[in-house]
């Protein structure tokens, strides 16, 4: 006898996923199988439950379904295991349920889901101390850093100071949350976010290092050259078991000016030791921590598309400057028009070219030049998203000797000066948005336009004297 009535359970949508796993936990269940779709998806648990002095085993089934957009629970169904069920799980035919046994079970599931409803509810918020990973090019981080409930320090140990390679971040964070695996899934998110600010606020691309194993070099006794597979992935020593007190593991950190605006004033310069961020990086972020959901929402997509420019950067520059034109469009407010015909949106380079100056109105006086930029910026995203098209130069032969400046090198500076350039139309909106201020550096005059130069020198070798 299978009860088909079906039971909705309360849980509110933020405790889903720890709902769903104190079920297997509290069922004793020994296997679960769950079918994920986008508007359901069914949770099927494998328990026993013991009649006589006999374990019996059934299939509790709950199901997720969004409901007006909100994802509800129900209790769909216990009942006895199927024929293909039996094979999986490799159990002897059970025996037959009496309707008797049926409601048995039903109320038995129904008062244990009941109690992890009110469990969850009720239970004690825990703070936690956690520690992640970032990870940058560039040179070491020469202190530590404070804002927004973070602690962003160098590791306890810096090998190869004075190699310009992959360098890591400790981010430091205490974390509130229902346990210990609701707090390491909301760091996780938190370091993801973390990392997207970064990039944004600190001028530099910071990510997780992924999850994998990579293959590499090393010299063998012999001095010959090995491979070996190794897992990616960056350790700290320190031993550090709680939020630490500022000053204790390093110094403050140093930082430096830099015209968010002039993608030259960003580059690592021969007197620099370390890595010093820009002066108003930590405020930026607690600039963010101010903005109302909806204001960080948007402005975390915006961050989302410039970090992918920075992830294709590498395999295309026609792509990085693609994606650094919908960072700028993902801020757009204004409601465009579509082609009758087409479909497509009618006025979207106009739109934009009007956010940059109103959201940096220092740049009226340059308009021409940022009409420039904006329509060469625009070609490129036109060609490569609608045609497929790829304009920087990524298909073409290389030449010991170019006697004018390839395709390659001119739009990577052009990717350069379009990245500073969202880069501040990024901060001019948030800090707008926020504070209800213009930011400060957004009524200056645009950098003075430098032209794109690449020096080359020749040095011939053994050549005799006249």
């Known amino acids: 006898m299978v009860r088909k009535l079906e039971r909705e359970l309360p849980v509110p949508k933020e405790m889903l996923r720890e709902f769903l796993d104190e079920v297997g936990r509290a069922l004793g269940s020994v296997r679960v199988k769950t079918r994920f779709g986008k508007e359901l998806s069914e949770h099927l648990y494998l328990v026993e439950f013991r009649a006589d002095g006999t374990l019996v085993p059934a299939i509790v089934q709950l199901q997720v379904r969004r409901i007006k957009g909100t994802p509800s629970v129900f209790l769909k169904e216990v009942r006895p ?69 973070w602690r962003i320090g160098p590791p306890s140990q810096t090998p190869d100071p004075n190699l310009v390679s992959e360098k890591v971040l400790v981010c430091d964070r205490m974390v509130t949350g229902r346990g210990a695996l609701d707090n390491i899934l909301r760091f ?7 990392a997207l600010l970064l990039t944004v606020f600190w001028c530099n691309h ?39 007190i500022p000053g204790t593991l390093s110094a403050p950190g140093a930082t430096r000016q830099v015209d968010r605006l002039d993608c030259h004033s960003w580059a690592i310069t ?28 948007r402005f975390l997509e915006a961050a989302t598309a410039y970090d992918t420019s920075y992830w294709v950067a590498s395999h295309t520059v026609t792509g990085a400057l693609a994606y650094l034109v919908v960072a700028a469009e993902s801020l757009l407010d204004v409601k465009l028009e579509k082609c009758t015909q087409c479909g497509q949106v009618r006025g979207m380079t106009s739109a934009v070219r009007k956010l940059f100056l109103d959201e940096l109105p220092g740049l009226q006086d340059g308009s021409g030049q940022v009409d420039a930029f904006v329509r060469a ?22 030449y010991p000797v170019d006697t004018l400046m390839p395709e390659r090198l001119e739009k990577s500076t052009q990717l350069d000066s379009l990245r500073a350039l969202v880069n501040g139309l990024l901060v001019a909106w948030l800090v707008r948005k926020v504070t209800g201020e213009p930011w400060p550096r957004s009524l200056q005059p645009a950098p003075s336009p430098r032209p794109s130069q690449f020096y080359q020198v020749n040095v011939p070798i053994g050549r005799q004297p006249l």
Do not use: C, N
């Open 81 to 149: 295991l199927t024929e293909e069920e039996i094979a999986e799980s490799d159990l002897e035919q059970p025996p037959t349920w009496s309707r008797e046994f049926g409601r048995a079970a039903w109320l038995q599931v129904v008062t244990s889901l009941d109690g992890i409803v009110t469990s969850i509810g009720s239970a004690a918020l825990v703070a936690s101390f956690l520690r992640g990973m970032l990870a940058y090019d560039g040179l070491w981080l020469g202190g530590e850093y404070w804002a927004a409930g």
């Open 188 to 194: 996780q998110s938190d370091l993801d976010r973390l």
């Open 270 to 297: 021969s007197r620099m030791r370390v890595f010093e961020p820009p002066a108003d990086g930590m405020e930026l972020l607690d600039v963010f921590e101010r903005a109302d959901e909806s204001t960080k929402l």
């Open 206 to 244: 910071f990510y997780r290092i992924p999850a994998m194993h990579r293959w590499v070099l090393e010299p063998s006794d012999t001095g010959e050259l090995t491979s070996r597979l190794a897992q990616l992935g960056f350790v700290d020593t320190s031993r550090v078991s709680a939020m630490p």
């Open 377 to 398: 910026a625009y070609g490129v995203r036109s060609q490569h998203f609608h045609a497929a098209r790829l304009v920087a130069g990524e298909l073409e032969r290389g």
